[in-house]
């Protein structure tokens, strides 16, 4: 088809952000939080939606109180956060604030989340990709360190855990990452952290030149609201302040989160029993023919099946009714109630009988 003239040209390929649509399936895809929200956060969210929040009134701009009561969890200042629609809102605004306007590429460890390279394109920014180990999916160090003499990388894209492998950054890798020169900026996303419990935050003051993400749409619960946080250098985020839409987060959206971290402890509550069903389900997955599945030190499961191609295998256990994501030339499954999970797996077993 001719292109509009009026359009980039480097936008026409572009791909959007492939998310499976709801279906009438278990949604085990996109790594959501499959309980439902603690008794207490609920009757306090539906007390204020019967009150009304003033709706011919834009929402706080400054996100003054959702500031400090994310500090207050985080153990950070509020000078320190930015406040995202979502953390996909985030990555963007730190390519803008970075790459921009031919100031330098970004490096991406594959795989990966797939937005950081989506984002990226659509910017104009080059994206470098460097293949994790196919083994362990860590860092190839040397591939790295070749592509920052080679490229003007701007920016090193981690996640911490990786999505969708699972892995997190061991020590060789840290020590790699504390090497990078201060006018690179490291992103450490760190969206999977209340499973995994590990942090750069404390490492953030000697490190001017890192800035960790979070999101409260996994372990929180509140993926529909859309909020996720930056935490980095006063400067860095004075310029991501400046830079994002005025009125990114509604009012709800900043009432929700709000409460729920009032509610903070009953959400990480459940934690302890999410690790238990996705050690549950490594193991009965490790048992079955032809399955090579890879620890997690997040909320789902990276594995790859011998002699399927991940694609037709999402589709065939979607049609007998688990939706699942094939990702990175594999499949990521996220962990669900319990019920979820044996389903998952016995409908799995039907598929490889
Ligand atoms: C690694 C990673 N970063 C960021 C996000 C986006 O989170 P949000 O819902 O806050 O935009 C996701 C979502 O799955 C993710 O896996």
């Not at 803008?96 to 460890?109: D, H």
């Not at 061991?170 to 996303?189: G, Q």
């Not at 985020?237 to 903070?264: C, G, K």
């Not at 030339?329 to 996220?334: A, C, K, M, P």
Request: proline share 7%; charged share 20%.
């Amino acid at each position: 088809m001719r292109a509009l003239q009026y359009l980039r040209s480097d936008l026409l390929d572009l791909k959007p952000y492939d998310a499976v649509l709801p279906v009438a399936a278990d949604k085990l895809d996109a790594n959501e939080f499959p309980w439902d929200w603690p008794t207490g956060f609920k009757q306090k969210l539906s007390l204020l939606w019967e009150k009304g929040i003033p709706s011919n009134r834009y929402p706080d701009a400054n996100h003054h109180g959702l500031k400090q009561a994310i500090a207050a969890y985080a153990g950070a200042d509020p000078s320190q956060i930015s406040v995202g629609n979502g953390s996909d809102e985030l990555i963007r605004s730190l390519l803008i604030a970075t790459c921009l306007g031919g100031r330098g590429s970004i490096l991406v460890p594959e795989p990966t989340f797939s937005m950081y390279a989506i984002l990226a394109q659509s910017l104009g920014i080059p994206v470098v990709r460097i293949k994790r180990d196919p083994e362990s999916f860590a860092l190839n160090l040397e591939g790295c360190q070749q592509a920052l003499a080679e490229h003007r990388i701007r920016v090193v894209c981690l996640v911490n855990p990786n999505s969708p492998t699972g892995n997190s950054l061991n020590t060789s890798e840290w020590a790699w990452v504390e090497t990078l020169p201060p006018e690179i900026l490291v992103v450490l996303d760190e969206a999977y952290f209340e499973f995994s419990r590990h942090t750069a935050l404390p490492k953030l003051a000697d490190h001017p030149n890192w800035v960790v993400l979070r999101t409260f749409s996994k372990a929180f619960r509140l993926a529909a609201h859309r909020v996720g946080y930056a935490m980095g250098h006063p400067q860095l985020i004075q310029v991501l302040e400046s830079i994002r839409l005025p009125y990114n987060l509604t009012a709800f959206s900043q009432w929700a989160v709000q409460i729920a971290l009032e509610h903070a402890e009953e959400f990480l509550a459940d934690l302890p029993l999410l690790r238990q069903e996705r050690e549950t389900l490594y193991n009965a997955l490790q048992q079955l023919p032809g399955v090579r599945v890879w620890p997690s030190q997040a909320n789902f499961l990276y594995f790859q099946v011998e002699g399927w191609d991940p694609h037709r295998l999402q589709q065939e256990w979607q049609a007998l009714g688990t939706c699942v994501r094939a990702t990175g030339g594999g499949i990521r499954l996220t962990v669900g109630t319990p019920e979820e999970n044996q389903r998952a797996l016995e409908r799995l077993r039907q598929l490889l009988q």
